[in-house]
């Protein structure tokens, strides 16, 4: 058992590297082409390693699953809102805000999907997880406004990082979707039929510029998309459904607060500068975090 739960440990800890690295090099991927264009290559590439791992863990029984129409439809809406708009919010913010201030942002989405739940499931939330949601989004503030009190009174806020907002904002009412209405669909399978529906969103609105552009031959996009599309996404969703299935959703969950320390660290050999403000704002936001899942575990 203990062998079993430290290869889960292992295997979170290099999902959460993967999900970090890909906020450096899907900007990299975006010099050659456009959001919606290096989405529709990532999740080629994604799908195709989901179907062979499904394939290694089901066999031909993977052409068997049946699903009824509400499941497919609810499926749909969970592709639509936690990947196609999630991604392309992704891509789009990442194009004019830095990797650091998306991740940081983004670390917010526990505590989102938590306000979700509240709302519209009605779930009750304790004194402290409420508290530790203001604390969490008073770093979001900070980090929003660079620290500058009159840009939050003035709403004068980067275009990018309201792009990386409204995916933390469209993630987290895709996990309400799945917790509400998919609980019982196999996670493997459903974020592979996810994610085919999600490359067929993206080739649609990517056709226009596949017929009037060249496929890019440069080494650096090549490496970015298949990095991000076999590893920060195929291995990445497989390996953190497995973990949640042995350590469970809290403790798995928690993990995600390394993907905001993973992004710094990795700003460094991606040249990509680091602010104080940036640090204070993180800080919170991570302090927050801790706080809403211990109390959620206990």
Same mark, same amino acid.
């Given at each position: 058992m203990k062998m079993k739960k430290s290869i889960a440990v292992a295997l979170l800890i290099s999902t959460m590297l993967f999900w970090a690295v890909n906020f450096h090099v899907v900007k990299i991927a975006m010099e050659y082409y456009s959001p919606v264009g290096v989405a529709a290559y990532r999740f080629f590439f994604g799908v195709v390693s989901l179907i062979l791992i499904m394939y290694f863990q089901f066999g031909k029984k993977m052409l068997a699953f049946r699903f009824t129409i509400k499941e497919l439809w609810f499926m749909f809406l969970t592709s639509f809102f936690g990947i196609f708009l999630t991604i392309y919010f992704f891509n789009l913010g990442l194009k004019s805000t830095s990797a650091v201030n998306g991740s940081l942002i983004i670390a917010t989405s526990p505590a989102i999907t938590a306000m979700f739940t509240y709302f519209l499931q009605k779930n009750i939330l304790s004194a402290i997880q409420k508290l530790a949601i203001v604390i969490s989004f008073v770093g979001v503030a900070i980090i929003l406004s660079k620290g500058d009190l009159r @840009?939050? =009174?003035?709403?004068?806020?980067?275009?990018?990082?309201?792009?990386?907002?409204?995916?933390?904002?469209?993630?987290?009412?895709?996990? =309400?979707? =799945?917790?509400?209405? !998919? *609980?019982?669909?196999?996670?493997?399978?459903?974020? @592979?039929? @996810?994610?085919?529906?999600?490359?067929?969103?993206?080739? !649609?609105?990517?056709?226009?510029?596949? =017929?009037?552009? *060249?496929? *890019? @031959?440069?080494?650096a996009f090549w490496g970015s998309i298949l990095f991000m599309g076999i590893l920060g996404t195929g291995i990445a969703y497989s390996a953190f459904y497995y973990c949640v299935v042995r350590l469970g959703a809290t403790t798995s969950t928690l993990y995600m607060n390394l993907i905001p320390l993973f992004t710094v660290l990795l700003a460094f050999p991606f040249g990509e500068r680091i602010y104080g403000i940036q640090l204070v704002g993180g800080l919170l936001i991570v302090i927050g975090l801790l706080v809403f899942g211990v109390s959620k575990k206990r």
């Open positions: @840009t939050l =009174v003035e709403l004068r806020f980067s275009i990018g990082d309201i792009y990386i907002l409204g995916m933390a904002l469209v993630f987290s009412l895709s996990q =309400v979707i =799945v917790s509400k209405y !998919l *609980p019982h669909v196999d996670a493997i399978e459903m974020t @592979t039929i @996810t994610s085919l529906i999600a490359l067929i969103l993206f080739g !649609l609105f990517a056709l226009p510029e596949f =017929v009037s552009s *060249p496929i *890019p @031959t440069g080494l």
